[in-house]
Nanobody, 118 residues
């Protein structure tokens, strides 16, 4: 079993920055991947969309909208993943979910709200 604890969401003005954190605990092995997904208010009927992901080896993947503005990183000693979000836009408003994958196991966090005002 793995547990995820997210933090760092909140309200920010357009152009501002936020940093999300996701701490993983439990039965963790090497070769895993951590990522951030989001679900916007008008998109509740669909699956959360990928924002960024990073493997335990440090290989990163970004959605097109995140490239150049967001940066994902992780500290394998602290078992924590971070999402630094800069130049935020109102359309970035969403619930952001941390995701952890190892082998065939997937775990989702409870989500943290990010609201960007114009």
């Amino acid at each position: 079993q793995v547990q995820l604890v997210e933090s760092g969401g909140g309200l920010v003005q357009a152009g501002g920055s936020l940093r999300l954190s996701c701490v993983v605990s439990g039965n963790i092995i090497s070769g895993n991947s951590m990522g951030w997904y989001r679900q916007a208010p008008g998109n509740l009927g669909n699956q959360p969309e990928l924002v960024a992901a990073i493997t335990s080896a440090g290989i990163t993947t970004y959605a097109d909208f995140a490239k150049g503005r967001f940066a994902i990183s992780r500290d394998n000693i602290k078992n924590t993943a971070y999402l630094q979000m800069n130049s935020l836009k109102p359309e970035d408003t969403a619930v952001y979910y941390c995701n952890f994958q190892q082998d065939l196991y997937t775990k989702w966090g409870q989500g943290t709200q990010v609201t960007v005002s114009s």
